[in-house]
């Protein structure tokens, strides 16, 4: 079936850089785009970008433009999102999501990760 | 950039109809996707394409959308049911925009 598994949980100090995996199986990997979403603790859903896995073609929300690195490695199926000088209210469970049609930029998501908690604290 | 206002709550009897909104300028000209997110995991996509159903998710689930307000209906609503539900669209800004999320408390 098609699944999305994220990497672990990781805590971080003000300033620092989180790099989180999300490995997907059950499909074609480079014919899907891909996209990051965060939650922070008690808050709603928040778009951060997306990666075609074919290309490696990103595009980030203007929040987070300088900030984070969308890449891929299609070798092993696992798209990667990376953020930078981490501040307090970087903490918050980071998803990806992939869109539920083929080679369409965006769409529904379907499936989602199971989330990686990220959490920044000194 | 784009706006998509949600209340923060609704409550509902079992077995009683659940009417969730999202509200935004001209929706009606937009797709819009609702997932529901029960605590500790992950979205659950449920409606798609403002009215489309995933392979899955209860026919008790549909959803409408016109002019500046898009609805997801649960009917026959469940203990199950509660969870916090979202509303979603693409904005041609190139900015893909959540609602704030809806807290749907079975009474």
């Known amino acids: 079936q098609v699944q999305l598994v994220q990497s672990g949980a990781e805590v971080k100090k003000p300033g620092a850089s989180v790099k989180v995996s999300c490995k997907a199986s059950?499909?074609?990997?480079?014919?899907?785009?891909m996209h990051w979403v965060r939650q922070a603790p008690g808050q709603g859903l928040e778009w951060m970008g997306w990666?075609?896995?074919?290309?490696?073609?990103?595009n980030y929300a203007q929040k987070f433009q300088g900030r984070v690195t969308m890449t891929r490695d299609t070798s092993i199926s696992t798209a990667y999102m990376e953020l930078s000088r981490l501040r307090s209210d970087d903490t918050a469970v980071y998803y990806c999501?992939?869109?539920?049609?083929?080679?369409?930029?965006?769409?529904?998501?379907?499936?989602w990760g199971q989330g990686t908690l990220v959490t920044v604290s000194s | 950039s784009y706006v998509l206002t949600q209340p923060p709550s609704v409550s509902v009897a079992p077995g009683q109809t659940a009417r969730i909104t999202c509200g935004g300028n001209?929706?009606?000209?937009?797709?819009v996707h609702w997932y529901q997110q029960k605590p500790g995991q992950a979205p659950v996509l449920v409606v798609y394409?403002?009215?489309d159903r995933p392979s899955g998710i209860p026919e008790r689930f549909s959803g409408s959308n016109s002019g500046n307000t898009a609805t997801l209906t649960i009917s026959r609503v469940e203990a199950g049911d509660e969870a916090d539900y979202y509303c979603?669209?693409?904005?041609?800004?190139?900015?893909?925009?959540f609602g704030g999320g809806t807290k749907l408390t079975v009474l």
């Open positions: 999501a992939r869109v539920g049609q083929q080679l369409v930029l965006v769409g529904w998501f379907d499936p």
């Open positions: 059950g499909y074609t990997f480079t014919g899907y785009y």
């Open positions: 990666i075609n896995p074919n290309s490696g073609g990103t």
């Open positions: 001209n929706i009606g000209s937009k797709s």
């Open positions: 394409d403002d009215s």
């Open positions: 979603q669209v693409w904005d041609s800004s190139s900015e893909l925009v």
